[in-house]
């Protein structure tokens, strides 16, 4: 991975607009998100509701349950480990090493004009990881998701001189290395520099179609825990994929890191492990121990005095934006993320740890709510400190804001023409707002 991380920073996300400091005339409620859940009539404590609302609340929650009620002992983050050393499951593990490619990217860099004023040019690799997010293996065909990073550089010239992507990029299935015989020929869909995500193809591959790639299934990422045992693999060091173990460190936070055109600085959603992240490995997977994808890998601490802590981008955020970028073609261009937006900042009011002696699993709960409303699809409908409960998308299943990066990730899957419905509590008064996005101007470029 060619970015270093620069720092952490405040877990304050930004929608649409920047963040500036107001003078409000109305008080803010000291209300929770959980508060307005027993408004509308949940009865139960609040680690019960927040296993329910994260998708914690699953069958594996009641196999640990029952199975503490026959005297097993261990934790539920044990429980869970031990479920993904079962048979079955390390079936799973390897089958998802089947989703994981090396990619390599060629780059052809200016050099120093020479005898005669003669420009001359040199060769260039990057060398990196991606997983197959789409795979059509009759057809030869898949679409793989790896970092921006990986296919960009801001010295490279040639026939995508103007974005600085690679022209020559390929990749190798699991067993292969970069340099054997069997390079699949990608090509570049598109990306954005901004959240370090980029889409490739392949076409037609007698590679791919012989092949026992997989495509990767996907987790919540907003279900994972603290402690949550799980895997990294990827092209480290550029020898082929290979796997390293440890635990979710942090499940959610914002980092620094430098962007792929190596001045600007981008804030990064991140889950931060201990598992040994390395040169190669931007852009592959980070599992769980049932072999879910539930991160793409993208940066390591490289600061002095700070060891162990590689990052992955949740898989919520990198699947809805891999998807953003198919749907949103350009004439004559790559594609682009088009990220609908609210016009109105966020922050968080509250923020609490939540601790589930059942399960002995532990939460976080944010209570997100409006700062402030500037323009767009919001004015008029959204007031300042109005306090997210749900957001849903068109007939989907409302998803409960317990962390304020989940409206982001909500927001990479609207297009036009789409509905949002917002439940919110306005002054302790329940209400629920649904805003259509039928115009441009909702909508704005995430290159």
């Given amino acids: 991975m060619k970015g270093r991380i620069k720092g952490i920073v405040s877990l304050i996300l930004m929608i649409a607009v920047l963040i500036s400091v107001f003078a409000g005339c109305t008080a803010p409620s000291d209300e929770t998100v959980f508060d307005v859940a027993t408004e509308l009539g949940y009865a139960g404590t609040q680690a019960e509701w927040l296993a329910s609302v994260t998708g914690a609340d699953s069958q594996e929650r009641q196999w640990y349950l029952e199975a503490k009620a026959e005297g097993y002992e261990g934790t539920f983050v044990q429980f869970l480990q031990e479920l993904g050393q079962s048979a079955d499951d390390s079936v799973n593990l390897a089958s998802a090493l089947m989703s994981v490619v090396s990619v390599r990217a060629r780059f052809n860099i200016p050099a120093a004009s020479g005898m005669y004023g003669i420009t001359t040019t040199r060769i260039a690799y990057s060398q990196g990881s991606g997983v197959i997010y789409s795979l059509d293996r009759a057809a030869g065909n898949a679409y793989i998701i790896t970092n921006h990073h990986v296919v960009y550089e801001a010295d490279s010239v040639g026939t995508e001189s103007l974005s600085h992507i690679s022209d020559e990029i390929v990749i190798y299935l699991y067993g292969t290395r970069p340099g054997d015989s069997g390079a699949i020929r990608a090509q570049y869909v598109g990306g954005s520099m901004q959240y370090d995500i980029a889409v490739l193809s392949v076409t037609d591959s007698d590679i791919l179609r012989n092949s026992t790639a997989?495509?990767?299934?996907?987790?919540?990422?907003d279900a994972v825990t603290v402690g949550e045992q799980v895997y990294a693999a990827g092209n480290a060091e550029g020898g082929g994929i290979s796997l390293t173990a440890g635990v979710i460190s942090v499940d959610a936070e914002y980092i620094d890191i430098l962007a792929s055109d190596g001045t600007s600085t981008i804030s990064h959603l991140v889950m931060r492990t201990d598992a040994a992240i390395n040169h190669g490995n931007s852009g592959g997977a980070l599992f769980n121990a049932e072999g879910r994808l539930i991160g793409i890998t993208s940066a390591r601490s490289e600061e002095d005095g700070v060891t162990g802590f590689g990052y992955a981008i949740p898989s919520n955020y990198a699947i809805s934006l891999a998807q953003n970028i198919l749907d949103n073609y350009?004439?004559?261009?790559?594609?682009?993320?088009?990220?609908?937006?609210?016009?109105?900042?966020?922050?968080?009011?509250?923020?609490?740890?939540?601790?589930?002696?059942?399960?002995?699993?532990?939460?976080?709960?944010?209570?997100?709510?409006?700062?402030?409303?500037?323009?767009?699809?919001?004015?008029?409908?959204?007031?300042?400190?109005?306090?997210?409960?749900?957001?849903?998308?068109?007939?989907?299943?409302p998803i409960v804001i317990t962390r304020m990066h989940m409206i982001g990730a909500i927001l990479f899957n609207v297009r036009k023409g789409d509905t949002l419905t917002i439940t919110l509590s306005r002054g302790g008064t329940v209400e629920t707002v649904t805003l259509l996005f039928d115009d441009d101007s909702y909508f704005t470029s995430a290159a």
């Fill in 330 to 397: 350009q004439s004559g261009g790559h594609r682009t993320p088009v990220v609908a937006t609210l016009g109105v900042t966020v922050e968080i009011a509250a923020r609490e740890g939540v601790y589930d002696e059942e399960t002995e699993r532990v939460y976080t709960m944010e209570t997100v709510r409006v700062s402030d409303v500037s323009s767009g699809i919001a004015q008029g409908q959204l007031s300042r400190w109005d306090i997210f409960y749900s957001v849903q998308l068109n007939d989907a299943e």
């Fill in 214 to 221: 997989q495509a990767a299934r996907a987790a919540d990422s």
